[in-house]
């Protein structure tokens, strides 16, 4: 049997766990620029108070055993044209979609943490990961009560490695919009997934979210 002290050490651990092993149900979907004010407006209005602003740079990585990645790994960090690069990153670990087609969103396990160092690249090959791209990301992030809407503009480097606005240039006249929650991995799903799509058919016909099985080819 258990002793005290390590029935202590397990529930501690388990708490631990639940702090960063979570589940992310989402919703994507996007929007013509001209029609950005009529969201931010619509947003306003049903929303938590405010926003935060955000200019970020993204890399997705993949670690692949069979035909498919089983494991993507984000690497994000404060975007600055002038210096280009900065050595706080927020990695985020990304699993498979849950198999269920009877849910209205995608279900997916992130592990989120944060991480400070002057070589991230020499880091991640040593890992084994592939780059699959990168971009720019620039725009706005509401809350309403656990869901975070996140509007995006995106763009791209003409030349890898180069970051200088002149080298930069826009992917499409639409903004990204996605719609998110993020729940203890222990819990039941579905009861928050249909939560999640009830309140984006509050942004409709602005916008008309979905479930992208974008790992489908």
Same mark, same amino acid.
């Given at each position: 049997?258990?002793?005290?002290?390590?029935?202590?050490?397990?529930?501690?651990?388990?708490?631990?766990?639940?702090?960063?092993?979570?589940?992310?149900?989402?919703?994507?979907?996007?929007?013509?620029?001209?029609?950005?004010?009529?969201?931010?407006?619509?947003?306003?209005?049903?929303?938590?108070?405010?926003?935060?602003?955000?200019?970020e740079h993204e890399m997705s990585f993949s670690l692949k055993t069979n035909a498919t990645a089983d494991v993507t790994l984000r690497l994000r960090r404060k975007f600055h044209a002038e210096t280009s690069s900065t050595?706080?990153?927020?990695?985020?670990?990304?699993?498979?979609?849950?198999?269920?087609?009877?849910?209205?969103?995608?279900?997916?396990?992130?592990?989120?943490?944060?991480?400070?160092?002057?070589?991230?690249?020499?880091?991640?090959?040593?890992?084994?990961?592939?780059?699959?791209?990168?971009?720019?990301?620039?725009?706005?992030?509401?809350?309403?009560?656990?869901? %975070?809407?996140?509007? /995006?503009? =995106?763009?791209?480097?003409?030349?890898?490695?180069?970051?200088? @606005? #002149?080298? &930069?240039? %826009?992917?499409?006249? /639409?903004? =990204?919009?996605?719609?998110?929650?993020?729940?203890?991995?222990? @819990? #039941?799903? &579905?009861?928050?997934?249909?939560?999640?799509?009830?309140?984006?058919?509050?942004?409709?016909?602005?916008?008309?979210?979905?479930?992208?099985?974008?790992?489908?080819?």
């Open positions: 049997r258990m002793s005290d002290e390590e029935k202590g050490d397990a529930a501690n651990q388990d708490s631990s766990a639940q702090t960063y092993q979570r589940k992310e149900c989402i919703l994507w979907g996007s929007l013509y620029e001209k029609n950005l004010l009529d969201l931010e407006n619509r947003l306003a209005g049903i929303c938590d108070p405010g926003y935060t602003d955000f200019n050595n706080q990153w927020r990695f985020r670990y990304v699993g498979r979609p849950e198999p269920d087609p009877t849910c209205p969103v995608v279900v997916r396990k992130v592990i989120d943490s944060v991480a400070h160092s002057h070589n991230m690249m020499d880091f991640v090959k040593t890992l084994g990961l592939r780059l699959d791209y990168e971009y720019i990301a620039k725009g706005k992030v509401w809350t309403c009560g656990a869901i %975070k809407i996140v509007v /995006s503009s =995106l763009k791209r480097t003409k030349i890898v490695g180069k970051y200088e @606005m #002149e080298n &930069l240039e %826009k992917l499409g006249d /639409s903004l =990204l919009i996605e719609l998110s929650v993020t729940i203890p991995d222990s @819990m #039941e799903y &579905l009861p928050v997934a249909r939560q999640l799509k009830t309140f984006s058919t509050q942004l409709y016909p602005l916008v008309e979210l979905q479930k992208v099985e974008y790992w489908m080819k």
